[in-house]
């Protein structure tokens, strides 16, 4: 069974920078497509990036957040730049096999596997 384990949630100032960490156990993280959700208090959850053999993101969120993963590590990473207070969430890991395509469209949903989340929070 696939588990997810995300780290590194912290409170920082607005123009800071944050590290997210998601380490997968269980399965052989290459194997999967993996993203990056939040959901603000009050809010839905969103999208905020994802990445197989390319990698997408939010509007809100390009330009100032990468996605990277290490495959021999088991690990995916969020690096958030320039961070502001509406970034402020619980920041979600998910996983899933790409059984049709990978695009810009589907890499926002059908996700099977969640970590617990991590808080971030972004003062101003």
């Known amino acids: 069974q696939v588990q997810l384990v995300e780290t590194g949630g912290d409170l920082v100032q607005a123009g800071g920078s944050l590290s997210l960490s998601c380490i997968m156990s269980g399965r052989t993280l290459s194997t999967y497509a993996m993203g990056w959700f939040r959901q603000a208090p009050g809010k839905e959850r969103e999208f905020v990036a994802g990445?197989?053999?390319?990698?997408y993101y939010a509007d809100a969120v390009k330009g100032r957040f990468i996605i990277s993963r290490v495959n021999a590590e088991n690990t995916v990473y969020l690096q958030m730049n320039s961070l502001k207070p509406e970034d402020t969430a619980v920041y979600y890991c998910?996983?899933?096999?790409?059984?049709?395509?990978?695009?810009?469209?589907?890499?926002?949903?059908?996700?099977?596997?969640w970590g617990q989340g991590t808080q971030v929070t972004v003062s101003s």
């Open positions: 990445i197989n053999w390319s990698s």
């Open positions: 998910a996983a899933k096999i790409v059984r049709t395509s990978w695009d810009e469209r589907t890499s926002r949903y059908g996700y099977d596997y």
